[in-house]
Structure formats: C-alpha cells, structure tokens
C-alpha cells in the first residue's frame, strides 16, 4: 500500500473512532435521506429557533446565541442556560426546550468551533476559553436575576471551570447545576476496550496526521461512512430508539469540521476538574448519567457525588450517552425539579 493511502486510512480509522467519542462522521447520501426523515417528523428535531443574538468572545470568534422569552414569566424565576457537549450544536435541547419554552427563559449557545459559532486557533480549544465564552454569554444576555447552568458532556466541563473561576457569581447566583452524562477527570481512555486503548495510545499519531492533511481524512471518512453511522448509533444510545434520533445526532456531528475533534481533544484527555467541584458548594447539584453511556459512564457520575455533599447522582437504566435525546421526559422531569427545589 502507498503511504499516502495508508495515511488516508490510519486518519480514517482516527475520525471513526472519534466519532464514536461524539466526533465527526460522514454526509454521504445515505444521511441525507436520513436528514430528510427526521425533518418530516412530528418531533422537528433541530427546527426549534429563539432571539438570535451574536456574542463576541473575549479572542474575538463569535458565538452564536439564542434566547427564549415565555410570554408570561415569574421575576423571581431563573434563567435557564444550556451548554452542549463535544461536536454537537444548541440543538441537541430540543425536547427540553420544547418543555421549558412557555414557562422559563432560556438561553442556548453553540460552542465555539461548534454549530454556527465561529472557528478559532486550535490552541484556544481549552476548557478555560470555554468558561471565558460561558462567562461573555452570561455578560450578555443573563447579566442579572437567579441563573441555572445546565450542561451535557463537555458543556458539563465548560461549568465545572466556570464555577472556579466565578466564585461570587455561583453563590450570589446560581440556584441549581445539572451535569449530564460528564466527567470531571481521568478521560485518557475515552473509548472502552481495544479501541479505546488504541486511540489513547496512538492518539497524537493519529490526530496530527489529522490536523496536517484535512484532505485524507475526508477520503477517510468516505471510506469509513457506513461504520462511523453504526458507531454513532452504538455509542450515542443505550438502547433502541426512533431512527431520526440516531439521524439527528449524526447530523450534529456530521456538521463539525475535522479540526473539532483534534483541537478539543487534548482537552478532554487531560481534563482534570475535580478541584473546581468545590465551588459547588451549597447550591444544588443534579448528576444524571445513563447505566449504558459508554463515553462518561456512571463512575464519573458517583465520583462527581462523592466530592460534591450538596449532589445527588440519577442513573438513567438502559439509557447511554445522549441522555437528554432518548431519555426526554426523564431529563426533562428532574430538570424541572432542579429548577422548583430554590
């Protein structure tokens, strides 16, 4: 085999096992039915839109925001802000924005790098810089008023550092924290068994081919297609559900550029959050996780318990990693009781 062949294969086999971590997958034509499905279903998954709002960080790339305004709204109620994880988009809420959106205002943003938020140095992908953009939306568009902070996977993380960096805002402020299917350290090994091992032991082979030859991994992904859509369902789910919410997840992370995946991943392995869990102290912390999520399984949820008294850990059984997707009305019911128990 030619090098360069086999480069595009090895960069191949890094985006597919990337995407099993919540990373890049293919748009072939085969997605693009899928697309057209879950666009036509009841449930109009990714349709759900608010006030848009562009909020500059403090490097200069533009975060895309959207905020949603009840028609009636209690003074004393919170506002509601969401963070999304790695490779996905503000709309991955859609069933708890759908819940919430007559009763709370909300706030939604796209991480940067991330949905229609803009792209930045690969060395700014830090978790530092994402509290900084959670600190510069929070400036903005919920500069006043009681705040709770909801995040899935790394937009967990993005909190996590916020908190630590923002202690008069967490205990003047903050009225309930809700950590979905996150971590707070020990992520070296994301993917379990061989594949896992292989992408922890490999990974800066694999991901700076990656970063250096963006056109490889494209072949990569083609060739790759069918598997990285399997492992998006396999990874992403515990169990069966609605085809178009597999399709929807999968366009998410379709959208990401292959940069996503190298730039944020020294992130995610070299996390380590557990002293910022301190600054959690005394306000209410709800921490859900899916008995089948193999990304962040339930450990990291009982270790995160464990070092925060005022805690309490929800195992959704059967569920995996997109919990607030294939879990709605469970999601949706302990957020709502998160919100109320101020």
């Given amino acids: ?80 802000i969401f963070v999304h994880g790695w490779v996905l988009s503000l709309d991955c809420w859609h069933f708890q924005r759908l819940a919430f959106r007559s009763t709370y205002r909300m706030v939604f943003y796209d991480q940067r790098c991330h949905g229609r938020s803009g792209s930045a140095e690969p060395t700014s992908c830090t978790v530092q810089n994402l509290a900084r953009d959670l600190e510069r939306v929070i400036e903005t568009v919920a500069h006043d008023g009681p705040i709770v902070l909801i995040g899935h ?27 979905l299917g996150t971590s707070a350290g020990d ?27 963006p056109r490889l991994v494209r072949a990569g992904r083609r060739a790759t297609a069918g598997p990285a859509y399997w492992i998006t369902k396999h990874f992403a789910f515990g169990g069966e559900v609605p085809q178009e919410y597999v399709a929807f997840t999968d366009a998410m992370i379709s959208a990401s550029s292959a940069s996503v995946v190298w730039d944020f991943w020294p992130l995610i392995a070299g996390l380590d959050e557990y002293a910022s869990l301190a600054s959690f102290e005394g306000i209410p912390v709800l921490v859900v996780v899916g008995s089948k999520d193999l990304l962040t399984p339930v450990h990291h949820a ?9 805690s309490r850990v929800e195992v959704l059984e059967g569920a995996g990693h997109m919990i607030m997707l294939e879990r709605d009305e469970d999601v949706t019911k302990l957020l709502a009781e998160l919100v109320r128990s101020k």
């Fill in 187 to 213: 992520l070296g090994q994301v993917l379990p068994g061989r594949a896992g091992q292989l992408l922890k032991n490999r990974a800066e082979t694999l991901f700076s081919v990656g970063a250096r030859a």
């Fill in 153 to 179: 996977s790394m937009g967990g993380m993005t909190i996590m550092e916020y908190a630590k960096e923002h202690p008069d805002v967490m205990k003047e402020r903050v009225t309930g924290i809700a950590l």
């Fill in 302 to 310: 009982r270790r995160i318990n464990e070092l925060v008294p005022s």
């Fill in 1 to 80: 085999m030619k090098r360069p062949l086999l480069r595009a294969g090895v960069a191949g086999a890094a985006a597919a096992t990337a995407a099993a971590a919540g990373a890049v997958a293919t748009a072939t034509a085969q997605r693009r039915r899928a697309r057209k499905r879950w666009k036509g279903e009841p449930h109009g998954l990714g349709t759900l839109r608010g006030d848009e709002v562009t909020v500059i960080a403090d490097d200069g790339v533009p975060l895309h925001v959207e905020v949603d305004e009840p028609a009636v709204r209690d003074a004393d109620s919170p506002t509601l």
